[in-house]
């Protein structure tokens, strides 16, 4: 939609984000769904309103892959730890590891090599490869550090 349309990134995150709360509302209760629903609010409005607070001149894209996705990681487990998410896939990642005990990082990196396999046909073979790194990166923190039970807020 952000491509096709020309629709800003912000408001595409929002709205791809809708189906899940009825997810979150029902499996993990009201504090994570309004905690959730208040991340994806500001990162949607960050997103579509911080043109032309940064300016890089240049920046290695394996380097920026690896570091963006170490702190997207990073980010994430103070979500998680704090009962709030990102929305889509990782609400029910959350809720599979809260009822069943597997690994939300593992899950995720999944699920993220099967939707990164599925954009070979339009992604460049060094895109792609970077961003499979990436994704096996951020899921690899998400995976040693997240475990049920071990943080409570």
Not at 93 to 119: E, P, Y
């Amino acid at each position: 939609m952000h491509y096709a349309w020309g629709w800003g990134f912000g408001l595409v995150f929002f709205l791809i984000n809708l189906p899940f709360y009825y997810l979150a509302v029902r499996r993990m209760g009201w504090g994570f769904t309004v905690k959730t629903f208040t991340a994806i609010g500001l990162v949607s409005l960050i997103s579509d309103h911080s043109k032309g607070l940064i300016a890089l001149a240049h920046i290695e894209p394996l380097y920026a892959a690896l570091m963006g996705n170490v702190i997207l990681g990073m980010g994430f487990l103070v979500l998680f730890r704090h009962r709030a998410s990102l929305g889509g896939l990782n609400i029910l990642m959350l809720f599979l590891q809260q009822r069943f005990g597997w690994r939300a990082g593992w899950l995720q990196l999944g699920c993220d090599v099967v939707i990164l396999c599925l954009s070979l046909s339009v992604v460049a073979w060094p895109i792609w490869l970077m961003s499979i790194a990436g994704a096996v990166v951020l899921n690899s923190i998400i995976g040693m550090n997240h475990r049920a039970g071990r943080y409570h807020a």
